[in-house]
């Protein structure tokens, strides 16, 4: 018996639904003498901005129990030295790759980017990274009116708030749905009330698929100095502390929205990425995973095939909701 592993996201058709996270895997190069490439269902690049960023200051990582944190600042080369210098690798590799971008000053950034990546036929979907904790934006917070009027186009707006507010998300994905016909993926926090009605708004401003989780906000302090162990203070969480609340989200959120959803958050191996499965995500992406396990993704890849052989199941696609939940 050999199972069916395809997947759709959007336009996208995944040999099998196991991707790599934004920013656990660089711009694959780096990996290129563990695993074979070419066996993942996408690839998810280092989150891009318009231009360079240096990111902050180190320390920007350190261990907690069951995971990490990291306050990286999305370092990055800029839109055009990605596009001279990372894209022709990564394209060589023969699997979908998805750029994940974000702003820094101005969320009209999200579009200006979209819209650029939008004529590179190589770049197959575009994650939109509306959820990163670690970076300051440089523009004040929209208030009152501003925000409530946002009808009118896209304000400066601090982007730490665009995936804590349904309404400030609705108006970013929009505006890229509206320059692009890539597909998009937005990319949502967990630092939220209910993430069930982001993504509804997500949905319904023409998102083709949902990334859940980001990261959590979290701290660490070194009690002989008195001072936190990360430069910035604090960063995101992430690695198997956070799968359960990962889980959670992915399962509500699922009940709620008809888009596809790609699930992440402490996934480690077969068994955790078949969690995500069941609870609704029709695609996982490997993170911290990779940091320890550089042949993690692949090894799940093997890992559900030989799940699905054993449960006599023809396609992963029959897997994905099939949670048996009373509540």
Known sequence: MNPKLTINIGKLRLKNPVMVASGTFGY????????????????????????????????????????????????????????????????????????????????????????????????????LNISCPNIKSLQSTVHGQQKRNLSCGLSTIDHRLISQDPDVTYAVVSSVRSVT?????????????????????????????????NTLYGMSIDVQTKRPKLSAGIGGLSGPAIRPIALKMVWETYKKVKIPIIGMGGIMDTQSALEFIIAGASAISIGTANFINPAASIEIINGIEKYLQKKKINSVKELIGTIECRI
């Not at 800029?78 to 820094?104: A, C, H, R, T």
């Open 181 to 213: 016909k890539k597909t998009l993926i937005t990319k949502l926090s967990p630092n939220v009330t209910c993430i069930s009605d982001i993504a509804l708004a997500c949905e319904k401003a023409g998102s083709d698929a949902l990334a859940l989780i």
């Open 28 to 127: 694959a190069e780096e990996f290129m003498n563990f695993i074979n490439l070419r066996e993942l269902g996408a690839i998810v690049t280092k989150t891009i901005t318009l231009k360079p960023r240096k990111g902050n200051l180190p320390p920007r990582t350190c261990e907690t129990p069951a995971g990490m944190l990291n306050s990286i600042g999305l370092e990055n080369p800029g839109l055009e030295v990605f596009i001279k210098e990372k894209l022709p690798i990564l394209k060589k590799i023969g699997v979908p790759i998805i750029v994940s971008i974000s702003s820094e000053e101005d969320s009209r950034e999200f579009v200006q980017l979209a819209k650029a990546l939008g004529k590179i036929k190589e770049v197959a979907a575009i994650e």
